[in-house]
């Protein structure tokens, strides 16, 4: 720790990159100084106690699929895991060294081949794709809706006639169109091909022959001369540590050997086929050919890639409209620092579910191409990350798990081996609480390692000078968008184009063709039955609505205005979905999707559990589905593209849109490869008309720090882990962090009434009064003071808890008063010192089933509710409406009822069960578990700081384990494969895939034909990423054996007879 720190301290004197000019920073306080701003701390604590209660936000929160408490970490020391990365190290530092030289090295390695493609295949295949077809054909919504046909139902809108006269040609039809669209779209590559000037082998790290041949040949030698250095100096180190038993020397011999295959295999994989495809084999791009149907980059992937300042390793902000293909740049950079630079790689994405996207994904990369894929997301995810004695690791994580992976190697002194991070939505960076982990994990990076590479992207972000301004970042951006996205508003039955050249914005486009019945017009005064039979069944349509009940009943209205006709679309499809809806749910299905899902039509928001949520999806991607009804949560969620977007008003929830949530929204129309145009219609009402003109038309909003205004989430969480991880413990070395954090960047505009010095000592000060860390000060001369801060054993827990320092008072409260008499007849006390306590102030019990509850409960049980101080009558009052006159604690006693959901799924573990018998949406019974699951094992490493609460190490780590499987142990197993849920794990157990081994055996192709509803590519990802798993889990053990079997360091005896030898 202490080593790790140290190192630490090292590596920031060194002038890594340019930081803002820091005015004052060297100047170190007087205590006068300290003292002054009292006044001003009790206010902005204050400020932000208030800022706190009043910014909770109910529900939202839990729309999403943030990683709420997925933040748990723990830094347990490993000296022998130190050891052991020394000696990797040593045999890494072989490709290592040459890390910027690798392409000219990996491509010289193979030359020959390089040069073979040269003439075969041009790099130059891999470009853009040419929009220049988005006129060509407006696809045959506009068609159908051109004539109603005579046999139309009365309530059936028009446009749904076209579809049901062509019903017999439509599927023909669309088959053709597709092929038609696919054609023209292979043979427009063809042409830009054709055209293209570039060949990437072409691109910067182009030598003359000559040259290139000299360093092929001194390259070998070097890398011989090296393997032979490496060779001797193992044997030398083996030797300087003889130990003095002969049964160690046998080990340490058997280890030697097992350590010069692993430092010739890494020299024979860095000299495997590098470098045709942006320095990367080959075998990369037939993989995105294989895998993901990509053949050729488009114009702006090529151009970013081959940057300058790409080449060179310099951060990179870049920023292209939605679906612009950002991702696969992102992919490629990671590859090659992979397989090229060989260091480890960090992707942070926003949510769980798109972590787990993106880990099923590029799992079969990870096996194709040698390296780990590692998931921290949710519960998963190890601290500090396993050290990998040859592969490199991919950690793929959410932004609360990024950052706990990013302390975890800044306090094992490993931050150094991440040499590239990669950061999806960028602009969350200005999104509260999120945005401000999200900037303090980038901020610890830029100052503790100047050799990690930082990029950014985001379809959304205006001031970006900001931004390159704390990255130290170059910027790239481009207008790019493979199908071009028509936008619409439609107000009445008038549909408008949005113009940017028209004079106010918007031009006329159509009036909206359609007969509505009395009835119909009552029930869809938006015409959103018509908009949407426009484009399904054959096209995909997602409907955004305000809120979660809004989507279901829009879901429902549709359905009912729907042709029977409809019904005969994918018929046997839709029934599987329906039947596997009710698998997973134990024979529980929601009554709206089951009269929803016959249409192709179903709801999508946080009210569904993650399994119905996954399996609808699947369904919407596969066509099944047409038409999601959904919240604003699906456009920043994972990537359900759709052909045309409607946005059913310009609101969320109770707001009005954001310009950002628009382009996010609509960004989802079109899909890149199957349509040729995508478009969206904003419905609105007359009255916010001229708001939704300036909407259209005004730049979309800056993104501001959020890393002071979130102060215990933000600043204060900062400052302790500065300290606990000993990244800077003095005032001086504080405030210099803090000049270079987004926040520094932004002061002036943010917060102009105070000086960043002032906030730094002010919330030192407020760490140091919640006892949370010590001054020190140290008189350096008679002038010269200087204060030092040292975590205490509460700050200690609170950061190895990653508890929010808003409660860590509280839990410590609330932990102690259960020492004096906690129940253990059953589980309810445990379970109530173990709910999440953000939860509890966005919770609302319903007294009357409260009542209920609690005239169920055991004596003992009761007992434990006496022990907190509700009692029954309190209970009973609430819930016949009398007036209570008693002072009560209201959040003790939400906390129990929330007590009393856990205590219920923990006994009933059905999810439907407890969510009936509560009457809230399962989703979020579900959110309540994850989330106490997490916040369980927060409080089991809090706990583990502090002495007095040792009784409680050994309750928590069983009743996280409960809370964290609350399905059956035996399908433990399979859940820990990425995109296994329950119902899926419950599948494969009875179809005899009982564990990881088995389902990393499975065959794909038998998998499909033995699991009902389950696709080819899902099959394949449960196969890949089941094989990753395990390749990770044998690694590490693996691992552990080496580990066992190396002699300490500390041997006695081995210095010396080192030091005896030489
Ligand atoms: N060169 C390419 N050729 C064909 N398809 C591509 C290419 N590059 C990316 N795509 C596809 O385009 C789709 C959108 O790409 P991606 O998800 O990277 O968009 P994005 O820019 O990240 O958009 P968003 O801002 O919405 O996240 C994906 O399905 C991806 O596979
Ligand atoms: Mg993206």
């Given at each position: 720790?202490d080593?790790?720190?140290?190192?630490?301290?090292?590596?920031?004197?060194?002038?890594?990159?340019?930081?803002?000019?820091?005015?004052?920073?060297?100047?170190?306080?007087?205590?006068?100084?300290?003292?002054?701003?009292?006044?001003?701390?009790?206010?902005?604590?204050?400020?932000?106690?208030?800022?706190?209660?009043?910014g909770?936000?109910?529900?939202?929160?839990n729309?999403?699929?943030?990683?709420?408490?997925?933040?748990?970490?723990?830094?347990?020391?490993?000296?022998?895991?130190?050891?052991?990365?020394?000696?990797?190290?040593?045999?890494?530092?072989?490709?290592?060294?040459?890390?910027?030289?690798?392409?000219?090295?990996?491509?010289?390695?193979?030359?020959?081949?390089i040069?073979?493609?040269?003439?075969?295949?041009?790099?130059?295949?891999?470009?853009?794709?040419?929009?220049?077809?988005?006129?060509?054909?407006?696809?045959?919504?506009?068609?159908?809706?051109?004539?109603?046909?005579a046999d139309?139902?009365?309530?059936?809108?028009?446009?749904?006639?076209?579809?049901?006269?062509?019903?017999?040609?439509?599927?023909?039809?669309?088959?053709?169109?597709?092929?038609?669209?696919?054609?023209?779209?292979?043979?427009?590559?063809?042409?830009?091909?054709?055209?293209?000037?570039?060949?990437?082998?072409?691109?910067?790290?182009?030598?003359?022959?000559?040259?290139?041949?000299?360093?092929?040949?001194?390259?070998?030698?070097?890398?011989?001369?090296?393997?032979?250095?490496?060779k001797?100096?193992?044997?030398?180190?083996?030797?300087?540590?003889?130990?003095?038993f002969s049964?160690?020397?046998?080990?340490?011999?058997?280890?030697l050997?097992?350590?010069?295959?692993v430092?010739?295999?890494?020299?024979?994989?860095?000299?495997?086929?590098?470098?045709?495809?942006?320095?990367?084999?080959?075998?990369?791009?037939?993989?995105?050919?294989?895998?993901?149907?990509?053949?050729?980059?488009?114009?702006?992937?090529?151009?970013?890639?081959?940057?300058?300042?790409?080449?060179?390793?310099?951060?990179?902000?870049?920023s292209l409209?939605?679906?612009?293909?950002?991702?696969?740049?992102?992919?490629?950079?990671?590859?090659?620092?992979?397989?090229?630079?060989?260091?480890?790689?960090?992707?942070?994405?926003?949510y769980?579910?798109?972590?787990?996207?993106?880990?099923?994904?590029?799992?079969?990369?990870?096996?194709?191409?040698?390296?780990?894929?590692?998931?921290?997301?949710?519960?998963?995810?190890?601290?500090?990350?396993?050290?990998?004695?040859?592969?490199?690791?991919l950690?793929?994580?959410?932004?609360?798990?990024?950052?706990?992976?990013?302390?975890?190697?800044?306090?094992?002194?490993?931050?150094?081996?991440?040499?590239?991070?990669?950061?999806?939505?960028?602009?969350?960076?200005?999104?509260?609480?999120?945005?401000a982990?999200?900037?303090?994990?980038?901020?610890?990076?830029?100052?503790?390692?100047?050799?990690?590479?930082?990029?950014?992207?985001?379809?959304?972000?205006?001031?970006?000078?900001?931004?390159?301004?704390?990255?130290?970042?170059?910027?790239?951006?481009?207008?790019?968008?493979?199908?071009?996205?028509?936008?619409?508003?439609?107000?009445?039955?008038?549909?408008?184009?949005?113009?940017?050249?028209a004079?106010?914005?918007?031009?006329?486009?159509?009036?909206?063709?359609?007969?509505?019945?009395?009835?119909?017009?009552?029930?869809?005064?938006?015409?959103?039955?018509?908009?949407?039979?426009?484009v399904?069944?054959?096209?995909?349509?997602?409907?955004?609505?305000?809120?979660?009940?809004?989507?279901?009943?829009?879901?429902?209205?549709?359905?009912?205005?729907?042709?029977?006709?409809?019904?005969?679309?994918?018929?046997?499809?839709?029934?599987?979905?329906?039947?596997?809806?009710?698998?997973?749910?134990?024979?529980?299905?929601?009554?709206?999707?089951?009269?929803?899902?016959?249409?192709?039509?179903?709801?999508?928001?946080?009210?569904?559990t993650?399994?119905?949520?996954?399996?609808?999806?699947?369904?919407?991607?596969?066509?099944?589905?047409?038409?999601?009804?959904?919240?604003?949560?699906?456009?920043?969620?994972?990537?359900?593209?759709?052909?045309?977007?409607?946005?059913?008003?310009?609101?969320?929830?109770?707001?009005?849109?954001?310009?950002?949530?628009?382009?996010?929204?609509?960004?989802?129309?079109?899909?890149?490869?199957?349509?040729?145009?995508?478009?969206?219609?904003?419905?609105?009402?007359?009255?916010d008309?001229?708001?939704?003109?300036?909407?259209?038309?005004?730049?979309?909003?800056?993104?501001?720090?959020?890393l002071?205004?979130?102060?215990?989430?933000?600043?204060?969480?900062?400052?302790?882990?500065?300290?606990?991880?000993?990244?800077?413990?003095?005032?001086?070395?504080?405030?210099?962090?803090?000049?270079?954090?987004?926040?520094?960047?932004?002061?002036?505009?943010?917060?102009?009434?105070?000086?960043?010095?002032?906030?730094?000592?002010?919330?030192?000060?407020?760490?140091?009064e919640?006892?949370?860390?010590?001054?020190?000060?140290?008189?350096?001369?008679?002038?010269?003071?200087?204060?030092?801060?040292?975590?205490?054993?509460?700050?200690?827990?609170?950061?190895?808890?990653?508890?929010?320092?808003?409660?860590?008072?509280?839990?410590?409260?609330?932990?102690?008063?259960?020492?004096?008499g906690?129940?253990?007849?059953?589980?309810?006390?445990?379970?109530?010192?173990?709910?999440?306590?953000?939860?509890?102030?966005?919770?609302?019990?319903?007294?009357?089933?409260?009542?209920?509850?609690?005239?169920?409960?055991?004596?003992?049980?009761?007992?434990?509710?006496?022990i907190?101080?509700?009692?029954?009558?309190?209970?009973?009052?609430?819930?016949?409406?009398?007036?209570?006159?008693?002072?009560?604690?209201?959040?003790?006693?939400?906390?129990?009822?929330?007590?009393?959901v856990l205590?219920?799924?923990?006994?009933?573990?059905?999810?439907?069960?407890?969510?009936?018998?509560?009457?809230?949406?399962?989703?979020?019974?579900?959110?309540?578990?994850?989330?106490?699951?997490?916040?369980?094992?927060?409080?089991?490493?809090?706990?583990?700081?502090?002495?007095?609460?040792?009784v409680?190490?050994?309750?928590?780590?069983?009743?996280?384990?409960?809370?964290?499987?609350?399905?059956?142990?035996?399908?433990?197993?399979?859940?820990?494969?990425?995109?296994?849920?329950?119902?899926?794990?419950?599948?494969?157990?009875?179809?005899?895939?009982?564990?990881?081994?088995?389902?990393?055996?499975?065959?794909?192709?038998?998998?499909?034909?033995?699991?009902?509803?389950?696709?080819?590519?899902?099959?394949?990802?449960?196969?890949?990423?089941?094989?990753?798993?395990?390749?990770?889990?044998?690694?590490?053990?693996?691992?552990?054996?080496?580990?066992?079997?190396?002699?300490?360091?500390?041997?006695?005896?081995?210095?010396?007879?080192?030091?005896?030898?030489?």
């Amino acid at each position: 720790m202490d080593d790790g720190g140290s190192r630490i301290r090292r590596r920031v004197s060194l002038p890594k990159r340019k930081r803002p000019s820091l005015g004052r920073i060297f100047v170190a306080p007087t205590a006068a100084e300290l003292e002054r701003g009292d006044e001003k701390e009790e206010e902005m604590v204050a400020e932000n106690r208030r800022r706190k209660t009043a910014g909770l936000i109910p529900v939202e929160h839990n729309d999403s699929e943030e990683d709420m408490f997925g933040d748990y970490d723990s830094f347990t020391e490993n000296s022998f895991i130190a050891e052991a990365d020394d000696l990797e190290q040593k045999y890494m530092q072989l490709p290592e060294h040459q890390k910027h030289a690798t392409d000219f090295a990996t491509e010289n390695l193979c030359s020959e081949s390089i040069k073979n493609k040269l003439s075969v295949t041009p790099i130059g295949n891999l470009t853009e794709l040419q929009t220049d077809k988005h006129t060509e054909n407006q696809s045959g919504y506009e068609d159908v809706t051109d004539e109603p046909g005579a046999d139309l139902l009365y309530d059936v809108p028009s446009s749904q006639a076209m579809y049901f006269e062509n019903l017999q040609n439509a599927s023909n039809d669309f088959g053709d169109q597709f092929m038609k669209e696919r054609d023209g779209r292979s043979s427009s590559h063809n042409t830009v091909n054709e055209e293209l000037p570039h060949n990437c082998i072409e691109q910067p790290q182009q030598n003359d022959e000559s040259s290139s041949k000299v360093r092929t040949s001194s390259d070998i030698n070097r890398r011989t001369s090296i393997k032979d250095h490496l060779k001797s100096t193992m044997t030398g180190n083996a030797k300087a540590q003889t130990p003095v038993f002969s049964r160690s020397k046998q080990l340490k011999e058997t280890l030697l050997s097992e350590e010069i295959n692993v430092a010739k295999k890494t020299i024979e994989s860095s000299s495997n086929d590098l470098g045709p495809f942006y320095s990367l084999p080959s075998k990369v791009r037939d993989l995105y050919v294989q895998l993901k149907g990509i053949e050729k980059l488009y114009e702006w992937q090529h151009t970013c890639l081959t940057l300058k300042s790409v080449q060179e390793r310099k951060n990179l902000i870049y920023s292209l409209p939605t679906s612009g293909g950002k991702t696969l740049v992102a992919e490629i950079l990671m590859l090659q620092e992979l397989l090229c630079s060989r260091k480890d790689v960090l992707m942070i994405l926003p949510y769980v579910a798109i972590v787990q996207e993106k880990i099923s994904g590029l799992s079969s990369f990870g096996i194709e191409l040698g390296f780990f894929v590692e998931e921290y997301a949710g519960s998963k995810g190890r601290f500090p990350p396993t050290k990998r004695r040859e592969k490199k690791s991919l950690y793929i994580a959410t932004i609360e798990k990024g950052h706990s992976l990013v302390n975890s190697l800044i306090e094992t002194g490993r931050i150094d081996s991440l040499g590239l991070v990669v950061v999806d939505e960028l602009h969350m960076i200005g999104e509260g609480s999120r945005g401000a982990i999200l900037e303090m994990t980038l901020a610890k990076i830029l100052y503790t390692s100047k050799t990690t590479q930082i990029i950014g992207m985001s379809a959304t972000l205006n001031n970006v000078e900001d931004l390159q301004k704390f990255l130290q970042a170059e910027y790239y951006t481009s207008q790019f968008r493979p199908v071009e996205l028509k936008e619409y508003l439609k107000i009445n039955d008038t549909i408008y184009e949005i113009d940017s050249k028209a004079e106010n914005g918007i031009t006329f486009s159509r009036f909206l063709n359609y007969k509505y019945s009395d009835t119909l017009k009552k029930m869809d005064p938006d015409h959103l039955v018509a908009l949407v039979t426009e484009v399904i069944p054959n096209y995909s349509c997602l409907v955004f609505c305000p809120s979660k009940k809004n989507c279901e009943n829009v879901a429902e209205m549709i359905c009912k205005f729907l042709s029977k006709e409809y019904l005969k679309h994918k018929e046997k499809e839709k029934c599987e979905v329906i039947n596997n809806l009710k698998n997973i749910g134990n024979g529980n299905l929601c009554p709206v999707l089951k009269r929803t899902i016959p249409f192709g039509v179903a709801y999508h928001h946080s009210g569904l559990t993650s399994d119905e949520r996954k399996l609808l999806e699947e369904a919407y991607s596969t066509g099944v589905l047409c038409l999601f009804t959904c919240t604003s949560t699906l456009a920043a969620g994972v990537n359900l593209p759709a052909r045309r977007v409607i946005l059913r008003a310009p609101y969320v929830a109770m707001e009005f849109l954001k310009r950002n949530q628009y382009k996010q929204m609509i960004g989802r129309a079109g899909r890149a490869g199957i349509d040729t145009i995508g478009e969206s219609i904003l419905i609105l009402q007359e009255k916010d008309k001229q708001q939704v003109l300036e909407l259209i038309t005004r730049p979309l909003e800056n993104c501001y720090s959020h890393l002071v205004q979130e102060f215990t989430k933000g600043i204060q969480t900062l400052f302790l882990s500065l300290i606990g991880l000993k990244i800077a413990t003095n005032l001086d070395d504080i405030y210099h962090f803090m000049n270079g954090t987004f926040f520094g960047v932004q002061q002036n505009i943010l917060l102009k009434e105070k000086s960043l010095w002032e906030i730094t000592v002010e919330s030192l000060r407020y760490l140091t009064e919640k006892g949370l860390v010590q001054k020190d000060t140290i008189y350096k001369s008679e002038e010269e003071v200087q204060h030092n801060f040292h975590i205490t054993k509460l700050g200690r827990a609170s950061f190895k808890g990653t508890i929010d320092l808003a409660y860590c008072d509280i839990l410590y409260r609330d932990l102690k008063k259960g020492l004096e008499g906690l129940v253990l007849e059953s589980l309810l006390h445990l379970i109530y010192l173990t709910t999440p306590y953000d939860l509890v102030s966005q919770c609302n019990p319903d007294w009357m089933i409260y009542f209920r509850q609690f005239s169920q409960l055991s004596p003992a049980e009761q007992n434990v509710a006496a022990i907190l101080g509700v009692s029954e009558s309190f209970i009973g009052k609430k819930a016949s409406g009398q007036a209570i006159r008693k002072k009560v604690d209201k959040d003790v006693v939400n906390r129990l009822y929330l007590s009393f959901v856990l205590y219920s799924l923990l006994k009933e573990t059905s999810i439907w069960t407890v969510s009936e018998k509560f009457n809230m949406p399962r989703g979020y019974v579900q959110n309540l578990l994850t989330g106490a699951a997490s916040f369980s094992s927060c409080v089991l490493h809090f706990c583990e700081e502090l002495e007095e609460f040792w009784v409680y190490r050994a309750l928590l780590v069983e009743l996280t384990k409960k809370l964290t499987y609350c399905v059956k142990a035996e399908l433990i197993p399979l859940m820990e494969v990425t995109g296994v849920l329950e119902g899926r794990a419950k599948q494969l157990y009875s179809a005899g895939y009982k564990s990881l081994m088995h389902l990393a055996n499975a065959n794909p192709e038998v998998l499909i034909r033995t699991i009902d509803h389950l696709s080819r590519r899902q099959a394949k990802q449960i196969v890949s990423s089941a094989k990753m798993l395990l390749h990770e889990k044998a690694e590490a053990l693996q691992e552990e054996v080496e580990e066992l079997l190396r002699l300490p360091s500390d041997f006695p005896g081995a210095v010396a007879s080192a030091t005896d030898e030489a």
